[in-house]
């Protein structure tokens, strides 16, 4: 084995440029964050063949006396920390002091900058590890880092480079970070002498739609949370703006963009209960903290950072999150005490039959005495509205005026036995009936069982079935956790059970198949306190067993009721899969079907 060497320093310099400068978008940001750390308020940015060959990041920041030029490219030099306390609170972007000489180490660079006061300009050159001496130079103000050639003297780690529009679109990925973070800077992007971005300085949700467009600001949900010292703010998405890949998920600390492990985690738990399975969330959040809370020296392109109290900053992210989430009602952004109606107990009182003579169907339409749904009638007119007409006995009845409708307004028609058809003020709703039920039921079980309030349903006659050892063992060992969910389940011989109450709610469902799931559920937890941790999954389960059915006939009144506990149900826009419960097609999209105005 060949003898232990000190390594020169411009081979160590190229190996912290392998963990350092990944890529152009690397080099870039390290150099973004010089320029904001120098207090730049505009920023320029120009690239050619993906950064490949060119990166020139501008700006006017404060600048670099021409004595420390030299020391700006010189390893673990900085002007941001002279002692360990300083490393322990750090409140700048860059402090490492190894950013710009392992770029230097691995590039043609050059870096020009006018120090406030200074007469003029100074530049320096590097290449091949060989520092050029400062020599006067023309710039107005701040500094200018021109990097040519990346990896040109290391051909092997260069081959590892994608193409042009690969690695243009990681540094464009860099920049818009860069640029969410801080809307107080002006940012411009050009690529092979095209303008791509042109960012004023601008307020932060002006950033935010420049960035992930009007709809997301339109859209998205406003975060604005605190705890202690811990501060958040910005946008979520609501679910219907999901997307198959996390690449609008910004998270920022302390201005500072990172991926956690703990932060996403966090962000998926609160989405859990709206997003489907295969979808990932959008939003723009900044956390804000103290500097000493949060340690960013735990990764060399410091994009991740370890939290002084990570279980404080996972309750707040999860928490704030959920209820931002839980706010929003179908048909409505708002709170769901905003809508502007009471919810009225069931009309369980039958109407009148019509009768065949006077023009309507002689099935008893408006009979509520058979409504299993489980749902509220909230408004009251709705016989009057569908009652025939005395002296225009053929004439369909007459909805309300569009104008006064409820955000999910009135029920039209049942479309093959799935789909609900409302008007509102807009144009027409498309609801599915088995998602939307689903969710009510399932927000009612979670309720009941927060509140120990889950009603039982005693069955007239017991429904007995064939049941496995592990069942039987389950329906013993569990029988505490089967009554808080309104289940009796006693064994009637060593094979089968007797189902003897079911929940109220979930009456109509298919007692023995439900029974089983839940038996199967609490068999795979195996504990109640397990169990209260997966206990959505298992009501889950319950309500969509409960739920109406495809092919279920509704009255109108039935589905209006429906329409009327979505728009009063936390998080109805999605059913417990994360699938859209409902739909909006406008006027305006009608008329573009049609041609209309064409």
């Known amino acids: 084995m060949p003898a232990i060497a000190l390594l020169p320093d411009h081979l160590i310099n190229q190996i912290a440029a392998g963990e350092v400068v990944e890529r152009p978008a690397s080099a870039l940001k390290e150099m973004l964050e010089n320029s904001l750390d120098a207090g730049a308020d505009d920023i320029q940015v120009q690239l050619q063949q993906g950064g490949i060959q060119l990166i020139r990041v ?33 409140g700048t972007l860059g402090f490492r002091g190894e950013g710009l000489a392992s770029i230097a180490s691995v590039s043609r660079l050059s870096l020009t900058s006018r120090a406030v006061g200074a007469d003029h300009a100074w530049k320096v050159e590097a290449q091949g590890g060989e520092l050029s001496q400062p020599e006067p130079a023309a710039l107005s103000a701040g500094t200018v880092v021109e990097v040519h ?12 480079l994608k193409t042009e529009a690969t690695e243009y679109g990681h540094c464009e990925d860099t920049f818009k970070r ?20 042109r960012l004023p300085r601008q307020s932060s949700h002006q950033r935010i739609a420049a960035i992930l467009g009007e709809h997301f600001l339109e859209d998205g949900l406003s975060v604005a949370a605190e705890n202690g010292m811990l501060q958040l703010s910005g946008l979520v998405g609501s679910p219907t703006q999901s997307r198959a890949g996390r690449d609008a998920q910004y998270f920022f600390v302390n201005g500072r963009f990172i991926r956690d492990k703990l932060v996403s985690h966090a962000l998926r738990e609160a989405y859990r209960d709206v997003l489907h399975h295969e979808r990932h969330p959008v939003y723009a959040l900044f956390f804000q903290l103290p500097p000493e809370l949060v340690d960013v020296n735990v990764h060399p392109q410091k994009s991740e950072v370890k ?34 109606f009471t919810p009225m ?39 009057a509205a569908l009652k025939p007409l005395d002296d225009l006995p053929q004439a369909p009845p007459a909805l309300p005026a569009a104008t006064d409708a409820p955000p999910l307004g009135y029920a039209l028609a049942q479309l093959q036995g799935i789909y609900v058809l409302a008007q509102n003020e807009h144009g027409l709703i498309v609801v599915d009936m088995h998602a939307a039920h689903e969710r009510i039921l399932y927000e009612k079980l979670k309720s009941a069982l927060d509140q120990h309030s889950v009603v039982s349903q005693p069955l ?36 089968h059970l007797a189902l003897r109450a079911v929940p109220v709610a979930l009456q109509q469902a298919d007692s023995i198949a439900l029974a089983r799931d839940v038996l199967k559920d609490l068999a795979e937890v195996g504990s109640s306190d397990v169990l209260t941790a997966r206990r959505n999954e298992l009501l889950a389960t319950m309500a ?3 739920a109406v059915r495809a092919n279920r006939h509704l009255t109108v009144p039935e589905m209006n009721a429906l329409l009327r506990e979505m728009e009063a149900t936390e998080r109805s826009g999605q ?24």
């Open 58 to 90: 501008s700006d006017n920041g404060g600048g670099i006396p021409v004595a420390e030029l030299p020391l700006a490219l010189a390893r673990h030099a900085t002007s941001k920390i002279r002692q360990l306390e300083d490393l322990e609170q750090v």
């Open 149 to 160: 050639d990346l990896y040109y003297n290391t051909p092997a780690r260069r081959k590892f």
């Open 178 to 197: 860069m640029a969410l973070a801080w809307p107080q800077v002006a940012f411009t992007l050009s690529h092979n002498g095209r303008i791509s971005w």
């Open 307 to 340: 939290f002084r109290d990570s279980s404080a900053v996972y309750r707040l992210l999860k928490s704030t999150v959920q209820q931002i989430l839980a706010g929003t009602v179908a048909g409505s952004g708002h709170p769901v005490t905003e809508p502007g």
């Open 345 to 383: 107990p069931p009309v369980m009182t039958a109407s009148p039959a019509p009768t065949a003579g006077n023009g309507w169907a002689a099935a008893p339409r408006y009979e509520q005495a058979r409504m299993p749904l489980g749902v509220a009638e909230a408004v009251p007119n709705y016989f």
């Open 460 to 495: 007239l006659i017991p429904a007995s079935f064939h049941a496995t050892s592990l069942e039987m063992a389950t329906a013993s060992q569990q029988s505490e956790a089967l009554s808080r969910l309104g289940f009796e389940l006693a064994p009637v011989s060593p094979t």
């Open 544 to 546: 969509c067993h409960g």
């Open 575 to 598: 059913c417990n899969h994360g699938r859209p419960t409902w739909f909006q097609l406008t006027l305006a999209d009608l008329d573009k079907l049609f041609l209309r105005g064409q």
